[in-house]
T-cell receptor, first 113, second 109 residues
Framework: KAGVTQTPRYLIKTRGQQVTLSCSPI?????VSWYQQTPGQGLQFLFE???????NKGNFPGRFSGRQFSNSRSEMNVSTLELGDSALYLC????????????FGPGTRLTVL | GIQVEQSPPDLILQEGANSTLRCNFS?????LQWFHQNPWGQLINLFY???GTKQNGRLSATTVATERYSLLYISSSQTTDSGVYFC???????????FGKGTKLTVNP
């Protein structure tokens, strides 16, 4: 069974631009969550999606948004990029919601210049 | 929300040594997991251990849910064990994993 895939793996953008990251969960998994990892803040929760609905949102500005499609694939978008958005973005896949093990993708490393 | 405290923050070992990593939670958690972050940043699942004890080769883990802590044991450490180890848990019916700050393990040859 294929694991969680994330594209692109690396991305370089400039301030003010916007970016879209993609995550495909493990086949049969319906839950996708997104995390941001920075050296200063560690791993921070961004969003949780289940059955195309955002179920939970972390403490991030409105520039960060996401969605989930009917095939459970998810995208997250960051608009008006700032230097502080440089981070590793990880997505996690879960079979259901609430009581299950989650599996992470390889991440997208975003650099904002 | 829950707070997750991991100790020690840094650990340096010689190859072949044993170690214990600890994770304390401020409140009851579900779905406790241990991860190893590889050099490329991916979080690799080590254990899904809401309670009890599990073993996988040289690694084992124990979670005492009633006392809100979990332990990860690494025996006969190897240089490939180096990296950052994270524990994380969820609350209620949410998928939101709350992570500790990690333990950075360095195993020297």
């Amino acid at each position: 069974k294929a694991g969680v895939t994330q594209t692109p793996r690396y991305l370089i953008k400039t301030r003010g631009q916007q970016v879209t990251l993609s995550c495909s969960p493990i086949s049969g998994h319906r839950s996708v969550s997104w995390y941001q990892q920075t050296p200063g803040q560690g791993l921070q929760f961004l969003f949780e999606y289940f059955s195309e609905t955002q179920r939970n949102k972390g403490n991030f500005p409105g520039r960060f948004s996401g969605r989930q499609f009917s095939n459970s694939r998810s995208e997250m978008n960051v608009s008006t990029l700032e230097l502080g958005d440089s981070a590793l973005y990880l997505c996690a896949s879960g079979r259901d919601r609430g009581y299950n093990e989650q599996f992470f993708g390889p991440g997208t490393r975003l650099t904002v210049l | 929300g829950i707070q997750v405290e991991q100790s020690p923050p840094d650990l340096i070992l010689q190859e072949g040594a044993n170690s214990t990593l600890r994770c304390n939670f401020s409140d009851s958690v579900n779905n406790l997991q241990w991860f190893h972050q590889n050099p490329w940043g991916q979080l690799i699942n080590l254990f899904y251990i809401p309670s009890g004890t599990k073993q996988n080769g040289r690694l084992s883990a124990t979670t005492v849910a009633t006392e809100r802590y979990s332990l990860l044991y690494i025996s006969s450490s190897q240089t490939t064990d180096s990296g950052v180890y994270f524990c994380a848990g969820t609350q209620g019916g949410s998928e939101k994993l709350v992570f500790g700050k990690g333990t950075k393990l360095t195993v020297n040859p």
